[in-house]
Each structure stands twice: as structure tokens, then as C-alpha cells.
């Protein structure tokens, strides 16, 4: 099992910078596939971002790419959600996420974080 935590959320104005991260607990991080979903108010929660077990390939959902990168580090267990160039429409609640399987699907993930609000203002 794994128990994953996210910071750096917070207010930031439209083309502004933020970088998230996410703190995995657990001996088996490097076994997963991580990914990070977000989820607006009255909207249905959506992939943003995901990376292999060994960082060799990311993917990205196309309303973020070019803007956000996703990275990670096993040895420190971490993973990280670089967002420039942030757009009022970004604003959600971001979750990471994690799976042993190489994913888009938020039901194909099996840990979940408590997620980070993020909030972009015009």
C-alpha cells in the first residue's frame, strides 16, 4: 500500500506559476505508475498528467500540455506538478494518484490523496 499527501496549492493570478507536490508513504512508491486528476466544482474529476514507473515516458491531457510538467523522484518518494501559465480554467482541486497500471482512467487508480485547491483568479 501506499499513502500519498499533496501541498503547494493556494490562490494565484491568471499566467502565474504554482508547483505541486505529492508525498508517498509506503516501501513500494517506485512499483507505481503516478498520476495527478483534478476536479472542479459540480464537474466530474479528470486526468491531467501521468508518469511511468521510471520516469522514462509522461503523458498529458491536452488542455495542460505545454503548460504543466509532471516529474518524480523514488528516491525521495515524492512527485511534483510544475503548472505555468495558469489559466482561471485550471481552478480545481488537484489529487494525485496512484496505480500499478499505465492509466488515464481515474478507476484505474488504487490510492488517492486528500487533494490541493487550487485557485487561479482573472
Known amino acids: 500500500q501506499v499513502q500519498l499527501v499533496e501541498s503547494g496549492g493556494g490562490l494565484v493570478q491568471a499566467g502565474g506559476s504554482l508547483r505541486l507536490s505529492c508525498a508517498a508513504v509506503?516501501?513500494?512508491?517506485?512499483?507505481?505508475?503516478m498520476g495527478w486528476f483534478r476536479q472542479a466544482p459540480g464537474k466530474e474529476r479528470e486526468f491531467v498528467a501521468r508518469?511511468?514507473?521510471?520516469?522514462?515516458?509522461?503523458y498529458y491531457a491536452d488542455s495542460v500540455k505545454g503548460r504543466f510538467t509532471i516529474s518524480r523522484d523514488n528516491a525521495k518518494n515524492t512527485m511534483d506538478l510544475q503548472m505555468n501559465s495558469l489559466k482561471p480554467e485550471d481552478t480545481a482541486r488537484y489529487y494525485c494518484?496512484?496505480?500499478?497500471?499505465?492509466?488515464?482512467?481515474?478507476?484505474?487508480?488504487?490510492?488517492w490523496g486528500q487533494g490541493t485547491q487550487v485557485t487561479v483568479s482573472s
Open positions: 494518484a496512484a496505480t500499478r497500471y499505465l492509466a488515464t482512467e481515474a478507476r484505474r487508480y488504487d490510492y
Open positions: 509506503g516501501r513500494t512508491f517506485s512499483s507505481y505508475a
Open positions: 508518469i511511468t514507473w521510471t520516469s522514462a515516458t509522461t
